[in-house]
T-cell receptor, first 112, second 111 residues
Framework: GQQLNQSPQSMFIQEGEDVSMNCTSS?????WLWYKQDPGEGPVLLIA?????ELTSNGRLTAQFGITRKDSFLNISASIPSDVGIYFC????????????FGGGTRLMVKP | ETGVTQSPTHLIKTRGQQVTLRCSSQ?????VSWYQQALGQGPQFIFQ???????GRGNFPPRFSGLQFPNYSSELNVNALELDDSALYLC??????????FGPGTRLTVT
């Protein structure tokens, strides 16, 4: 089946720094979703992208839908301690009830 | 808060037993999807229910089964539990779109 590869697997940054992470696939996706998961909680939807080249922001978060439709990027500006968590990209497979395929996640740690 | 609730929060079962997990979808949502998340991994799709019918299934054996009720709430049943079934089980609700909203999950431990 389709697989999503996220990088980096983990990041340890200083508070106030900007963060970049990406997600790549060997297959084309028509939608990209970015979720954040805190320990012991379910994933929370951050941003949804629907069009190649689209750039969408949600506060300090900005995500882009890659032109090839095989990748997506998430940037966090001026990180704060509450940004700590695991960030997942996900893409729906329309031939299987819009089931979401998830990447392995990027674990973000922020040092105050 | 997504409005998606799951019960119970935690559960401990013995190998070979059966378990039922429950999910209440967000108001107005007619689609519920279930995912299994092993420690350190991304969620894996189990199946989806749309208007009380199974609408897609991932690579899980038949001992994983489900139901959706007229009010769109849902159950996940797992028979003959195995140690590898220990995981966080997540349900997500949606309204015929790609945007799926997750509940807090049920942590299942099989001993």
């Amino acid at each position: 089946g389709q697989q999503l590869n996220q990088s980096p697997q983990s990041m340890f940054i200083q508070e106030g720094e900007d963060v970049s992470m990406n997600c790549t696939s060997s297959s084309i996706f028509n939608t990209w979703l970015w979720y954040k998961q805190d320990p012991g909680e379910g994933p929370v939807l951050l941003i949804a992208l629907y069009k190649a080249g689209e750039l969408t922001s949600n506060g300090r978060l900005t995500a882009q839908f890659g032109i090839t439709r095989k990748d997506s990027f998430l940037n966090i500006s001026a990180s704060i301690p509450s940004d700590v968590g695991i960030y997942f990209c996900a893409g729906p497979q329309r031939n299987a009830g819009n089931m979401l395929t998830f990447g392995g996640g990027t674990r973000l740690m922020v040092k105050p | 808060e997504t409005g998606v609730t799951q019960s119970p929060t935690h559960l401990i079962k013995t190998r070979g037993q059966q378990v039922t997990l429950r999910c209440s979808s967000q108001s107005g949502h007619n689609t519920v999807s279930w995912y299994q998340q092993a420690l350190g991994q991304g969620p894996q799709f189990i199946f989806q229910y749309y208007r009380e019918e199974e609408n897609g299934r991932g690579n899980f054996p038949p001992r994983f089964s489900g139901l959706q009720f007229p009010n769109y709430s849902s159950e996940l049943n797992v028979n003959a539990l195995e140690l590898d079934d220990s995981a966080l089980y997540l349900c997500a609700s949606s309204l015929e779109t790609d945007r799926q909203y997750f509940g807090p999950g049920t942590r299942l431990t099989v001993t």
